[in-house]
């Protein structure tokens, strides 16, 4: 019997005869290395033979296995490994075939060892490259299994941190096999993105603790390959960025569904991580991909509660940071749209305190707190975009922000029917803080391109609202967009500086590009200036501000005539605490005395000119004596002493104009200009910007309409011009701006307060008789034409004209064409 079976052993196939040879009697002793050696010599004489011999180890793994005789399984997959190792001819993708059935094998196997095994063989085949392609080769089921792995929940924590590492390895070892190859399954499919992502994710969670490494990790030591997470890590960083343009999207999808699933929107940590980890490893290029995913998932979310919207900001905010001038990419209005809708969304949600009643999101309580948080989370990622931006880039974005803000007189009110006046002062609190955000750092070299007069003109017309609040961020925006050496920080405070020099300011020579633009729009300046030392309601930090806003101009948009305009400015402004025609309370009287006298101190130190210099120094030590509360010291404090009236002022202890034109006129200053008051120009807008009521609005038109209405346009009689009419009609216009203040305010109760049936009468006599008039007209200008056949006589003598068709006329040759 022994014979027989030793003939039959002669007459097997030689490639079964050496794959038996390496297996041991004893499977503890391992592999026959020099049967091995054989048996690979063969393999690469006769490559052909490569799929017999991996399918004859499949048969005695897959035997192996299901008798439990486990040595013997190992020194198969060892085998099995060298051979991949050693061939690469176009027979080897057989051989591969019978490989990967023999993975699946072991993966599928409920030994933790067995499955380990076969994990690390394929990873060691995932590193070879293949010199033919295959077009038939599957993974679905390692992305399947490897996924699994990395959730294993098995009881023995080690045992299960060594699976989930296999998993990882195994899912590293898919990826580098076929994110290069076109032939294979797209792995970048959402079928299977779904799997690896989340698992890379999972697996990163439980080691949270750790911190994110930095863009370029370098290479891990042994302590760290025995971490899941910093593996994973690893893999997820070598993930994307094999990326191309076309795979972001499904590689940050996963993400996204991700932390809506697990609710990690709200820790913000964990997102912020992720986002970090896929900002730093794709190509720079694709950044802006990433940021309109999340523009998107924002937008998705848009009445969920504040604190996942807030994480989403949080992490747009982080990305922003990492990307940035390739985060906002080509659509870069879109972005700031977004953001700004967010932001209103939030104010209606504050406000309403609903979110629409959508399903049954409706019942949501919503949190006033959570919603400002996100308010001031939007508008410190708005700030963040913008600072990646070009400046040309960023005056468009100024002037988007501009247009969305509701403008008295300029734009339709925003407010919706439920939240009223105050959600569109909301509004423009939240846009103007975007504004400020986005106008922090901005440095321009022609001021008259980056701001038209379609954004400044808006934008100061808000200086005159009666919102304090509003009125202070107008006047930082001008500030922030007027400062462009840096300067800002040194005038934080207000106060009287003896020597300026100590403050080391930047100042260079007035450029040709500033000039024109102070020519045509300081007066617009000056005068808004002025206006909102007029407010009531004005506070420390709005003076301090206004003493920033003059200094800037002085030191970055001066020049002579600027000068000159800017002293009567600071004159005009003492001369309105003097008066008190506004009936401002002392304090604010005090402060405005204050506030001209110490740009005055700074304005004389930068014109240089002795005389000036001393006359301002002598009122200011002379103030510091007799009345310390008209200076910034004795009113800009926490508990300032302030008189009850302000009544008697004596000449010392004020500025005088004549004498700073004097000395300012030596030195070669113009001194007709000086000589003249500063006197700003009020237009419609001054009152368009306060109305409150459709009453104020109504008294407005009914006025204009008053004044040029054509009951008044009868012709009186020319009146000669005398010496003594001009001086009376100066003495009188006194008078008569009272009695036009009196007939305004007539109308405007009259408007507030009459019954809407007399208003409705009034407007319709006046209509009447506006069409009586243009029918008048009308029947003067509009005649028939001239009729070349004559006239006829009608009775009484009178001559009336015969209407004639036209075709019925008689035209002379040269009249025809």
Not at 214 to 236: G, V
Request: net charge negative; proline share 5%; aromatic share 8%.
């Amino acid at each position: 019997m022994y014979g027989v079976c030793g003939c039959c052993g002669a007459l097997r196939p030689r490639y079964k005869r050496l794959v038996d040879n390496i297996f041991p009697e004893d499977p503890e002793d391992g592999l026959v290395k020099a049967n091995m050696e054989k048996l690979t010599f063969y393999a690469l004489s006769a490559p052909e033979k490569l799929d017999r011999i991996g399918a004859y180890l499949s048969e005695r793994l897959s035997r192996d296995v299901a008798r439990h005789r486990y040595g013997y399984v190992c020194i198969a997959m060892e085998a099995l490994d060298q051979l991949l190792m050693a061939c690469h001819c176009q027979s080897i993708n057989l051989f591969v075939e019978s490989f990967l059935k023999m993975v699946r094998k072991l993966l599928e196997a409920d030994k933790p060892d067995l499955q380990i095994l076969g994990t690390n063989s394929f990873v060691k085949f995932a590193n070879i490259e293949e010199d033919t392609p295959s077009y038939h080769r599957s993974y679905d089921f390692f992305v399947s299994r490897f996924s699994e792995m990395c959730h294993s929940s098995y009881e023995d924590p080690d045992v299960r941190t060594k699976i989930r590492m296999a998993g990882i390895k195994g899912l590293q070892g898919v990826v580098r096999k076929t994110v290069n190859d076109e032939l294979q399954a797209n792995i970048w499919d959402p079928q299977h993105m779904d799997k690896i992502v989340p698992s890379l994710l999972f697996n990163l969670q439980q080691g949270e603790g750790t911190e994110s490494r930095s863009p370029s990790p370098l290479q891990a030591s042994e302590k760290e390959k025995e971490s899941p997470a910093e593996l994973t890590e690893r893999c997820f960083r070598e993930l994307l960025g094999r990326a191309a343009y076309g795979n972001i999207k499904n590689a940050v999808n996963p993400v996204l569904m991700h932390l809506d699933n697990h609710s990690l929107w709200e820790g913000k940590s964990f997102a912020v991580r992720c986002f970090k980890i896929i900002m730093y490893s794709i190509q720079s290029q694709h950044s802006h991909l990433v940021i309109q995913q999340l523009l998107g998932h924002l937008d998705a979310n848009s009445k969920n509660s504040a604190t996942v919207r807030a994480g989403i900001v949080e992490v747009l905010l982080e990305a922003a940071a990492i990307a940035s001038s390739g985060s906002v990419g080509p659509t870069v209005l879109e972005v700031f749209n977004t953001l700004l809708r967010q932001l209103r969304l939030s104010v209606d949600y504050e406000l309403t305190g609903s979110y629409d009643s959508c399903g049954n999101l409706g019942s949501k309580v919503i949190k006033e707190h959570e919603e400002r948080q996100l308010q001031e989370a939007v508008i410190k990622t708005i700030g963040s975009f913008a600072n990646t931006l070009p400046t040309y880039q960023r005056s468009e974005v100024m002037l988007f922000i501009m247009g969305k803000i509701p403008v008295p007189g300029m734009h339709p009110a925003l407010a919706s029917a439920k939240s009223g006046f105050d959600c569109s002062r909301m509004i423009q609190v939240m846009l103007l803080k975007s504004l400020l955000q986005v106008a922090t750092g901005f440095q321009t070299t022609n001021m008259l391109t980056a701001l038209p007069s379609s954004f400044l003109d808006p934008l100061l017309s808000l200086t005159l609202m009666e919102d304090a609040e509003i009125r202070l961020l107008v006047l930082e925006i001008l500030v922030s967009l007027i400062d462009r050496h840096d300067n800002q920080p040194k005038f934080s405070s207000i106060s009287i500086i003896s020597d300026i020099s100590v403050l080391k300011l930047k100042v260079d020579k007035c450029s040709r590009q500033d000039n024109l633009f102070m020519k045509k729009h300081a007066q617009q300046l000056y005068r808004h200036i002025y206006l909102a030392c007029k407010e009531e309601n004005s506070a420390r930090p709005h003076f301090e501000t206004l003493y920033t806003l003059l200094a800037l101009i002085s030191m970055e948009l001066a020049n002579e005539e600027v000068v000159v305009d800017l002293i009567r400015l600071a004159l005009a402004m003492q001369d309105l605490a003097l008066a008190n025609e506004e009936m401002l309370p002392v304090y604010n009287r005090c402060a405005v005395h204050a506030l001209s006298a110490a740009y005055l101190n700074l304005i004389c130190q930068l014109t240089t000119v002795p005389s000036f210099c001393q006359h301002v120094h002598e009122v200011i030590e002379t103030r510091q004596k007799e009345v310390p509360f008209m200076l910034p010291e004795g009113v800009f404090t926490e508990s300032p002493s302030i008189p009850k009236s302000l009544d008697k002022l004596e000449g010392h202890l004020l500025f005088l104009q004549s004498k700073i034109t004097e000395v300012l006129g030596g030195s070669g200053y113009n001194t007709d200009r000086l000589a003249t008051p500063y006197i700003p120009q009020f237009t419609d807008e001054d009152r368009l910007s306060k109305r409150k009521s459709i009453g104020e609005t109504i008294s407005l038109q009914v006025e204009v309409e008053s004044r040029n209405s054509p009951e008044k346009e009868e012709r009186t009689p020319a009146e000669e011009i005398t010496f003594e009419t001009l001086k009376n009609a100066i003495v009188d216009s006194i008078g008569m701006e009272e009695q036009e203040r009196e007939r305004r305010r007539q109308v405007v109760e009259k408007f507030q307060k009459a019954p809407f049936e007399e208003i409705a009468a009034h407007c319709g006599a006046r209509a009447s008789s506006l069409q009586s008039k243009l029918n008048q007209i009308f029947e003067i200008t509009i005649r028939p034409p001239p009729s070349p056949s004559g006239t006829i006589t009608a009775g009484y003598g009178q001559m009336q004209s015969r209407s004639v068709p036209v075709y019925e006329m008689k035209f002379p040759d040269l009249c025809v064409y």
